[in-house]
């Protein structure tokens, strides 16, 4: 007999959303003497906010997906965590669990990805570590990475510092790397093939911090759990409301419509090459503009704006007029996503 749901971990504990949430701030804090849920940011600084670190694990299941692959994925996330908190990636751990029988040539590809995105950044892979399992035991290969950046933004982009009045922004179209996932996994036949978008945000990052001339309260990519996941945590470390106009997010018509079929949100699937800012009002149209002007930008819009309400209190303006509560995901909509 299986033990209880509440006493055992789910898909659900791995998906961006409240499962997930519960389970590090419940659990997984204990492990650290320093750390409070207010510190729950995409990479920490450290060294007086010289420098930011952050770490990752990817499990992405298929491992190659039209517009990348698990290296590319492994490396740009963890450039990305840097990037979100203002910091310039310099040095790359890489640890690697392969499973025995994994084809040599599949790792030389991974590797080749890991290489090319790094370099695109002038990140370095300086340390690393693997170790192979039994043929059952890892499902192909799994990779966790770390970086270290060298902090350029003053003040640091932070996961408190929403302010009512602040505008929301998202740099492009919405859940085309979940869809793309999903799609290659489960062999679905769409109108058009959805391609991942994952990407290093390090550039489009630099231009946004550029333009918001110290206005750029917030930086998120919206990885797990979406855009969802990430204007509820932003809600609640800062203490603040937001209203989100749901005509004004992009997504992709075809992506769209497989979320329809599917019964999803596209609020809810995860990017790998999209940001979330929250910026100053007087900030809003340079960076906008600054986001529309890069090549992962071209698709920016202004979708909201952060109120003094309840705290954690985010809800999406419909069509017709009427207001519905956008709340954190509650379980594993798509596992091995990323």
Known sequence: MSLPSEKIITLGHGGGGRLMHEL?????????????????????????????ISTD????????FPGGDIGKLAACGT????????????????????????LLEDLR???????????????????????????SAADGIFITTTGVGERFAEPAPGVTAARPGDRVLVSGTLGDHGVCILAAREELSLAQTVESDCASLLSLAEAVITAGAGGVRTLRDMTRGGMSAVVNEVALASEVSMEIEEDAVPVRPEVRGACELLGMSPLEIANEGKLLAIVAPEAA???????RAHPLGRNAALVGEVGDGPAGRVAARTALGTLRLIDLPAGELLPRIC
């Open 24 to 52: 590090i701030v419940d659990e997984l804090l204990a492990a650290s003497d320093v750390m409070t849920e207010r510190d729950l940011e995409d990479a920490a600084l450290i060294d007086n906010g010289r420098l930011a």
């Open 57 to 64: 694990g990817f499990t992405v299941q298929p491992i190659f």
């Open 109 to 135: 590809r991974i590797v080749r990805s890991i290489r090319e995105a790094c370099a695109a950044d002038g990140a370095h892979v300086v340390t690393g570590d693997t170790k192979v399992v039994g043929r």
């Open 285 to 291: 149209e340079d960076v906008l503009a600054a986001m």
């Open 79 to 102: 450039i990305n965590d840097l990037a979100m908190r203002g910091a310039r990636p310099r040095w790359l751990s890489v640890a690697m669990i392969i499973q025995e029988g994994f």
